[in-house]
């Protein structure tokens, strides 16, 4: 059901999450979640964050308030933040929850079903971050 096909642009490689994906693309017309290094490991610093977003089905972290991560390890201080609704890039509303990470001018936000992938596929997203850090 979940799985992730690695890609490149311009040198720079990327993830991209696929989802049953004629369902996806045919049925309820949802992008598809792409990322990069630092938004991969944005993603593994949330994880826990990620985790209990699917475990509650949606319902936790608390609405609308900013989470500050550190990682020590992977020197990384991110925020994330859940929302009861989000829009789509042609203004219709959705309401399911919806987790956005960010560090500064970067971020990816998704619904509950592309966390669940996330959590899946997790170990893939950490050998991609193994493979092309610097």
Same mark, same amino acid.
């Given at each position: 059901?979940?799985?992730?096909?690695?890609?490149?642009?311009?040198?720079?490689?990327?993830?991209?999450?696929?989802?049953?994906?004629?369902?996806?693309?045919?049925?309820?017309?949802?992008?598809?979640?792409?990322?990069?290094?630092?938004?991969?490991?944005? /993603?593994? !610093?949330?994880?826990?964050? =990620?985790?209990?977003? +699917?475990?509650?089905?949606?319902?936790?972290?608390? *609405?609308?308030? %900013?989470?500050? /991560?550190? !990682?020590?390890?992977?020197? =990384?201080?991110?925020? +994330?933040?859940?929302?009861?609704?989000?829009?789509? *890039?042609?203004? %219709?509303?959705?309401?399911?929850?919806?987790?956005?990470?960010?560090?500064?001018?970067?971020?990816?936000?998704?619904?509950?079903?592309?966390?669940?992938?996330?959590?899946?596929?997790?170990?893939?997203?950490?050998?991609?971050?193994?493979?092309?850090?610097?």
């Amino acid at each position: 059901m979940y799985s992730f096909e690695e890609n490149s642009v311009g040198g720079n490689p990327y993830l991209e999450l696929i989802i049953d994906a004629e369902k996806i693309d045919k049925v309820n017309k949802v992008k598809r979640l792409q990322f990069g290094i630092k938004k991969a490991k944005m /993603i593994m !610093n949330s994880i826990d964050q =990620i985790k209990l977003f +699917c475990d509650t089905n949606g319902d936790q972290p608390t *609405p609308n308030s %900013k989470i500050c /991560i550190r !990682n020590k390890e992977n020197d =990384i201080i991110c925020y +994330c933040k859940k929302y009861n609704s989000f829009k789509m *890039p042609y203004g %219709k509303e959705i309401y399911k929850p919806y987790l956005k990470l960010w560090i500064g001018n970067t971020n990816i936000g998704f619904g509950l079903e592309k966390a669940k992938g996330i959590l899946f596929l997790r170990n893939q997203i950490e050998d991609f971050i193994a493979e092309y850090s610097q």
